[in-house]
């Protein structure tokens, strides 16, 4: 079985997760500012886990560390002491399997990328009933994040950095040639002569084919098969994308760089951070890429745009009248099978998917003196809220409108990992000319061997 092999060729990296890696809380929220949020998260009265320390080891970045710095008002409510270990993303897989792989309850709550989880859930707590016994309302949650979190119909975490596509365009530059932002992808098409024209030094797309590892070539790939109502895969598991239309879209996908000539330099290895480095730095016109991104295109530490020369929108639709088909992924955070503390764990969990908690971690902008840029959210509440989007330029309320069409994760099953990059190689080597419908139909033969010995 691919998680066998895996678990069996990953070392047991338990050196990095023993104590001078770990963060602990010192921080202190207003009495006042954290009631509404304590009462609505469902904590059991009494403090039944005082003196408890729990361990939570999730991906660096400004949305966490905000949640961990607000974690005081927490332990004050319960006595459950809390610590960190942030990991940058690129190791992020190999450490929180290496969880599962030893099996000793060293890290209470893991989070990581939702692609992953299949093959983490017979080590991860089901969820459900710890849900119902408590009465915690999933309902605010978008179905297609809680979607991302649920395998054979059983709930194994709390969505919590999660992400829509959306596609930025540079709005100074659209209106300066009086271009309408794009609604699918024609427009896109469309829009790439007049600005290659009039801009000579601006690519009018950045694009990311590279295969690095993180298959991050296959979500606007998934967009264009899905856009036309083709599969990745079908209901047994098996590689869809070989159907015309699937094969179809694949071509479109690629010809946007072999013969729409859209894609800057580097666009055949680059990969996601590569094309957002180039938006930002003014190089190019448009970046499909999560909406997170927005923060960081118009931060003046990163980037040479303002927001004012930034729009957004949601992601093109494949054919000009149909609704955006957009991927969603997010970075869940669920309670280790092997903890010594489940019932902290899970008390902390509520906590930081309070809805209050998760409003307030997109609109402050210094939490105890840490700077704060983060317009992730996880709830529709939060989406909609007059305050968010009045402190993110209105991204939130955009998202909505995304996740109204053609929403879904990518495949959540075990052998995804290793199909996807497949998948990702096939698309890489597509964009240096070579056969696409040849190189896609070998790769789900290959792929396809995969799957059949996975279900073996």
């Known amino acids: ?151 054979d119909d059983k709930l194994y975490g709390m969505p919590m950095r999660s992400n829509v596509q959306m596609f930025l365009y540079r709005k100074d530059v659209f209106a300066a040639l009086h271009i309408a932002p794009p609604k699918n992808w024609q427009d896109v098409i469309n829009a790439g002569p007049k600005i290659r024209a009039a801009y000579p030094d601006m690519a009018p797309l950045a694009c990311y084919y590279g295969a690095d590892g993180n298959r991050q070539n296959l979500f606007a790939w998934a967009d264009f098969v899905r856009g036309a109502g083709g599969k990745i895969l079908d209901a047994k598991g098996f590689p869809a994308w070989t159907s015309p239309v699937a094969l179809k879209a694949t071509r479109e996908y690629i010809a946007l760089l072999t013969k729409h000539d859209l894609c800057g330099p580097g666009a055949t290895s680059n990969v996601e951070q590569d094309a957002r480095i180039s938006f930002q730095q003014g190089h190019a016109a448009m970046l499909p890429i999560w909406q997170w991104s927005y923060a960081a295109v118009t931060n003046p530490k990163d980037s040479t745009l303002k927001p004012e020369q930034v729009g957004f929108a949601p992601m093109p639709a494949y054919r000009p009248g149909d609704a955006p088909s957009t991927v969603v992924n997010t970075m869940p955070m669920s309670i280790s099978m092997y903890s010594k503390h489940k019932e902290a764990a899970w008390e902390y969990l509520k906590w930081l998917a309070n809805a209050d908690l998760d409003r307030r971690n997109a609109i402050e902008r210094s939490v105890n003196g840490y700077a704060v840029r983060n317009n992730v959210v996880n709830r529709y509440s939060s989406m909609k809220d007059p305050d968010v989007n009045a402190a993110n330029a209105g991204i939130p309320r955009a998202e909505i409108e995304a996740l109204s069409g053609n929403a879904h994760p990518m495949p959540q099953v075990v052998f995804w990992p290793e199909v996807a990059d497949i998948a990702s190689i096939a698309i890489n080597q597509a964009v240096t000319g070579q056969d696409v419908d040849a190189l896609m139909i070998d790769a789900a033969s290959r792929a396809h061997r995969v799957v059949e010995r996975e279900l073996r």
């Open 1 to 151: 079985m691919y998680r066998r092999a895996v678990f069996a060729v990953l070392p047991l990296l338990l050196a990095p997760l023993c104590e001078p890696g770990w963060s602990a809380d010192q921080t202190a929220s207003a009495p006042d500012a954290n009631a509404a949020l304590l009462s609505a998260s469902r904590l059991k009265p009494g403090q039944p886990y005082k003196g408890q320390t729990i361990k939570v080891m999730a991906v660096n970045t400004p949305q966490f560390v905000a949640l961990q710095k607000r974690t005081d008002a927490f332990t004050a409510a319960t006595g459950i002491n809390v610590k960190w270990l942030f990991v940058p993303f690129k190791p992020l897989q190999e450490k929180v399997t290496s969880v599962g792989v030893a099996a000793n309850g060293n890290v209470d709550i893991v989070n990581y990328l939702d692609q992953w989880g299949a093959a983490y859930a017979h080590w991860l707590v089901p969820l459900d009933p710890l849900v119902k016994r408590d009465g915690y309302d999933l309902t605010d949650f978008p179905a297609p994040f809680l979607q991302s979190v649920t395998h």
